[in-house]
């Protein structure tokens, strides 16, 4: 039995032929060129008489650009998909990024693997810019947008971060020292912090601010390093301060989802929350609303973050407008019942 044909696509000429125009006339009113007004009411008229769809992908290859933005994630799989945050800072860029007509292809990395297929990706010239969130000192991802000289945003400042290239963040070290003294405030004498992430800056700025916050208070012993801002990095890291310490009675979590998981430690070992410990996060997610006690936290603005990557990226592609400034946005402590 024969195939059914496909029903052939509509062309330039065929534009040209409905519109009574050359060929060249209908190319300047598709790429933006200037014609009159009679002309560009022609060319539209037959666009929709004849079903012309442009192909995206030709004028694409003749301009050399993609369409693209890359939303580069440097975290492991379990915790893009645990981290409410990493969510909210994707759909926050690509709103922006839609409005622009672009695509956004994520791209998670996990592995050295990973590494070298998203290299080979970059290089390749399937995007135009890029988003990264969560890199690290001396990540390779970072090396090769720089070296590419690659449109990029960076969400957070890795350490070793070119200054040319632009980032949005929050500041973490005085969101923390904020919350901590605030913690301080109800009359915690042994508080500790489970500090994750201390390999980027974020981690690292969290436990600055804390550290700060303490002054002569502050007690190496009751400082619990853990890889990830996880649920299960916050059940090992409450574990080691109540190893270390019993009488802890307050802890300051550097992300809710640990925060989450030291008071599940805390009820394995028959703390009241806050009767006994008193414990904030950080972020403001939706794990600070599913705990019992809610947890009080920082508020950082997920979402905004991402527009605001996704707005550098493109005024960097578009060359249209002075090279952008980072963006620093601002953070505040939202108190719950769990301190």
């Not at 590419?148 to 923390?176: C, K, Y």
Request: glycine share 8%; net charge neutral; hydrophobic share 45%.
């Amino acid at each position: 039995m024969a195939q059914p044909q496909r029903p052939r696509r509509a062309t330039v000429h065929d534009v040209a032929a409905a519109a009574g125009l050359s060929r060249g006339t209908v190319s300047r009113v598709l790429n933006g060129g200037y014609v009159s007004a009679e002309a560009r009411a022609a060319v539209d008229a037959a666009i929709r008489q004849v079903g012309y769809v442009p192909n995206t992908a030709a004028r694409n290859l003749v301009r050399r650009r993609s369409q693209a933005v890359g939303f580069l994630a440097l975290e492991p799989h379990s915790l893009l998909l645990e981290d409410p945050n990493i969510g909210a800072i994707m759909l926050g860029a690509n709103e922006i990024l839609s409005v622009a007509d672009h695509q956004m292809v994520s791209l998670v990395v996990d592995s050295e693997r990973d590494t070298e297929r998203v290299g080979r990706y970059l290089r390749g010239g399937f995007v135009d810019g890029a988003i990264i969130v969560s890199a690290r000192a001396h990540d390779p991802i970072t090396r090769l947008v720089t070296d590419l000289r690659l449109p990029a945003t960076f969400v957070g400042h890795p350490p070793d971060l070119h200054h040319s290239i632009p980032f949005v963040g929050i500041d973490n070290v005085e969101a923390a020292r904020t919350i901590t003294q605030r913690l301080m405030a109800t009359g915690r004498r042994r508080i500790g912090v489970i500090a994750a992430a201390l390999d980027r800056d974020s981690g690292a700025d969290r436990l600055k601010g804390f550290r700060e916050a303490l002054g002569a208070r502050f007690d190496t012993d009751l400082v619990a390093e853990v890889p990830l801002y996880d649920y299960a990095c916050g059940v090992k890291g409450m574990r080691v301060l109540l190893d270390r310490d019993p009488a802890v009675d307050g802890v300051f979590a550097a992300s809710d989802a640990v925060a989450a998981g030291a008071l599940e430690a805390l009820r394995e070992a028959g703390r009241s929350v806050p009767g006994d410990v008193g414990i904030v996060g950080f972020d403001d997610s939706a794990w600070a609303l599913r705990t019992q006690p809610q947890l009080s936290t920082v508020h950082q603005p997920a979402r905004e973050i991402g527009q605001n990557a996704a707005e550098l990226v493109l005024r960097q592609v578009q060359g249209t407008e002075p090279a952008p400034r980072s963006v620093l946005l601002g953070t505040r402590v939202v108190w719950r019942d769990s301190a």
